[in-house]
């Protein structure tokens, strides 16, 4: 057993008294909470149930209208993801500037109805992000490019991922001497 290996485990409590002379007292949760807290202590982790989902259905690239967006604030990029979504078969209805040029994900607009064109799309740019915009017209799909664009066929750069979630306490007793 190694220092790092070991993690720490806060009990469910709800608070704590001051007796003057004798110390502080824990004041514990339900005993059904305490419970499932030393429960899961010592249980397996479970093994995800979901099942992958299945890709969207896709249509071909000739038959989808799209206009790009640059939300990135890098010069010059609708122009050239226009050409490489032409060259995958897209017909590009135009290019521009997007309404804010701070755009950190790619995104994929489409009006309900459209899915299979969106998803045609988003698949030329994994990572983008699919969201309806039922005030676009129908067989019109918007692309609007953020910072993580990369290229049409080149994965987005992901945002890191926070470090710790919130509220979990990330100390091991390799990071402390002595814990008061």
Known sequence: MTLDSITFQTVPYIGDDRIDGVGSIIRLEDEETLHQFFAQLSAEPEAP????????????????????????????????????LQAAGFTVTGTGNADDADHTQTLVWYTTGDEAQAASVAAQIPGSVTEVDDTLTPGTVQLVLGSDFNGVGVPTTAEPAPDEAVGEDPRTADDQSCIN
Not at 49 to 78: K, Q, R
Request: aromatic share 2%; charged share 15%; no cysteine.
């Open 49 to 84: 149930t979901e099942t992958p989902a299945e890709a969207p259905a896709t249509v071909d690239p000739s038959t989808v209208s799209v206009p790009v967006f640059n939300g990135s604030g890098i010069s010059g990029l609708a122009v050239s993801a226009k050409g490489e």
